[in-house]
């Protein structure tokens, strides 16, 4: 149940422990596959963790439950941090984990619904995760049903134009149940050739203004700070009648891990086993 | 030709999306700002409650239409053939076709007869496109009546669904009130010589050639493949008995009904063919007559492939 604003010391302190647990699980998942994506999946595990563990109405042993709020993850080369808070959230074995990327795995390089319980939607192919949100958005109330929508974006696929598509349309409909959250975590893939070269933090001063002018209502947050994230994820969906809520998070690519962290190139990159051992030291993680 | 009902496809196709809003609670229309061409505006007179206007976006019309698709609802996605795709493709193969979402797109002006707007607004291809994503169920029916009988089994079928459609009225050919059954091709004319396989309102056109083919002693054989995925196989192979084989549609000859019927006797009963469709090109913008003419589609366009087919074969 969503709560917060009063939520306890200790409470705070074990989703942090939550999301750092996230964080060892996501660096051994895509160091057993030799691929898949980190920066990204790092910089979204503190909102997941907040999501699923304080935020969203859900029962992962009622996966479809016509009632639960719903989640789309339309940066959905992240994946592995979604399948990652899931399966702790228990929707599955933590221990399937380490099928990622296999042949026959439920847990696809980017979220398959078809297979795997728990997913809202299918994404992968960037911009269009928002437009099924608008959808569910106005099914919900069609329905008369009171869940709320979030879609997560990365900050990079804003760049494509059927997210602007989607945030007007979804001012038009006056869906006030809809929650974009932005992962600002400012690095895309390679990004533009301007001064200084390749993996450029990619300059988007602008994306609030943006959001604002589509008619959304904005928040920003510290994406990686759980007392914040918590409340504000929460209660995002509470602002002006008939407005979407777009909530901004600032983030680092790469969180949690020092050498990974601000860098492009982590994007998307295959551990040794000696990155893989240092990252999980920062992360806590006692030598065999 | 004596006298026939001539009817618009997209006009059955507003009227029957009204007859089904009364059936089924969870259909929902979502226009692209085109309903007054497509005929979506129909329903929307009927029951603006079962519209929704999505705007001059159709990445985000598909979208919205797989979210609304995962509460149970059953959108009808209307646009423009060329539309739905091209514009919109990446969307219906991530978010409708893999997750297998029963979303129903219709297709209105397809082919060249689209009002004189030209190549941009033509579809010479959306068949081939469609054919060729898993998942995605093809109908091309072939008159108005077909079209009616067709929405009625594609509300009953669940899954993606393309339905190709026409702008302007054409010959009622297929039997008003036969119920539609998806996959299925239809036997219109028995004939010995040869058979000619066609979709869409071509058949109207296959139909009259083999009239003009007839008055010329030649017994022709019409089967009407409105469905062109999943293909009829038994019944494409069992019209080849004749040995020639003529395919026609409003289309590319390139992955579309000729290629489909190929690949099918290809592996089945290889048979001598010709395809008559659009030869690899574009269209253009011009009235529909010239348009038939340039392009190889009319019924003397059917019935003189038929009639080199039939010289060829003669010698062997």
């Given at each position: 149940m969503a709560v917060s604003t009063t939520m306890s010391e200790q409470r705070l302190g074990e989703l942090r422990d939550l999301a750092t647990q996230a964080r060892r699980l996501i660096v051994k998942a895509i160091h057993k596959a030799q691929a898949g994506h980190l920066g990204g999946p790092l910089s979204a595990t503190d909102m997941l963790v907040a999501l699923y563990f304080e935020v969203l109405r859900i029962d992962p042993q009622n996966p479809s439950a016509p009632g639960r709020d719903r989640f789309i993850?339309?940066?959905?080369?992240s994946s592995i941090a979604l399948y990652t808070v899931l399966a702790l959230r228990?929707?599955?074995?933590?221990?399937?984990?380490?099928?990622?990327?296999?042949?026959?795995?439920?847990?696809?390089g980017h979220p398959d619904m078809t297979v795997l319980p728990g997913l809202d939607m299918s994404t992968g192919s960037l911009g269009q995760g928002l437009s099924p949100g608008v959808g569910m958005a106005i099914g919900a109330k069609r329905r008369g049903l009171d869940f709320r929508t979030y879609v997560m974006l990365g900050?990079?696929?804003?760049?494509?134009?059927q997210v602007w598509e989607a945030a007007f349309v979804a001012a038009r409909y006056r869906l006030d149940n809809l929650v974009a959250i932005v992962d600002h975590n400012r690095l895309p893939q390679y990004s533009w050739p301007n001064a200084g070269g390749e993996g450029l933090v990619l300059h988007q001063p602008e994306v609030r203004a943006r959001w604002e002018a589509f008619g959304w209502r904005v928040l920003e947050v510290d994406g990686h700070d759980m007392a914040l994230l918590v409340p504000t994820l929460a209660h995002a969906h509470e602002g002006t009648p008939g407005v979407p809520t777009a909530v901004i998070a600032h983030t680092v690519k790469g969180k949690g891990v020092s050498f990974m962290?601000?860098?492009?190139?982590?994007?998307a990159k295959p551990l040794s086993d000696e990155q893989c051992a240092a990252a999980l030291a920062e992360l806590g993680e006692l030598p065999a | 030709m004596t006298s026939v009902e001539m009817q618009a496809q997209r006009v059955v196709f507003g009227e029957t999306l009204v007859e089904l809003a009364d059936l089924y609670s969870d259909l929902l229309v979502l226009d692209g700002d085109l309903a007054n061409s497509t005929r979506a505006d129909i329903l929307n007179k009927a029951r603006p409650d079962r519209f929704l206007e999505m705007g001059i976006a159709e990445q985000n019309l598909v979208g919205v239409a797989a979210g609304l698709a995962t509460l149970g609802f059953v959108p009808w996605v209307s646009s423009f053939a060329a539309f739905i795709a091209s514009r919109d493709l990446d969307q219906i193969r991530v978010v409708v076709a893999q997750p297998h979402l029963n979303v129903k797109f219709a297709g209105g002006?397809?082919?060249?007869?689209?009002?004189?707007?030209?190549k941009t607004h033509q579809s010479v291809d959306d068949i081939a496109i469609f054919r060729a994503m898993p998942h995605m169920t093809v109908i091309a029916p072939g008159d108005g009546p077909e079209v009616r009988n067709a929405m009625h089994a594609m509300m009953e079928h669940v899954g993606p669904t393309y339905l190709r459609l026409t702008r302007d009225p054409s010959p009622?050919?297929?039997?008003?009130e036969r119920p539609f059954t998806i996959g299925a091709a239809y036997v219109l004319r028995e004939g010995s010589d040869i058979t000619l396989i066609s979709t869409g309102v071509q058949t109207s056109r296959a139909l009259e050639a083999a009239e003009i083919l007839s008055g010329e002693g030649i017994s022709v054989h019409v089967l009407h493949v409105p469905t062109i995925k999943p293909l009829d196989v038994d019944a494409i192979v069992a019209a080849a008995r004749t040995g020639r084989v003529v395919t026609a549609e409003d289309h590319t000859i390139i992955g579309g009904l000729g290629g489909a019927v190929a690949e099918v006797l290809g592996e089945h009963r290889p048979t001598p063919m010709v395809r008559v469709g659009l030869r690899d090109v574009f269209g253009e913008s011009a009235p529909n007559g010239p348009l038939l003419e340039k392009y190889g589609l009319t019924p003397a366009h059917v019935a003189q492939a038929a009639r080199d087919l039939l010289a060829r074969t003669a010698a062997t």
């Open positions: 993850l339309s940066k959905g080369h228990g929707y599955f074995p933590i221990e399937e984990l380490s099928t990622f990327d296999t042949i026959n795995s439920r847990l696809q900050d990079g696929e804003l760049q494509e134009g962290e601000n860098q492009f190139a982590w994007h | 002006y397809s082919g060249l007869l689209t009002g004189a707007t030209g009622s050919i297929t039997p008003r």
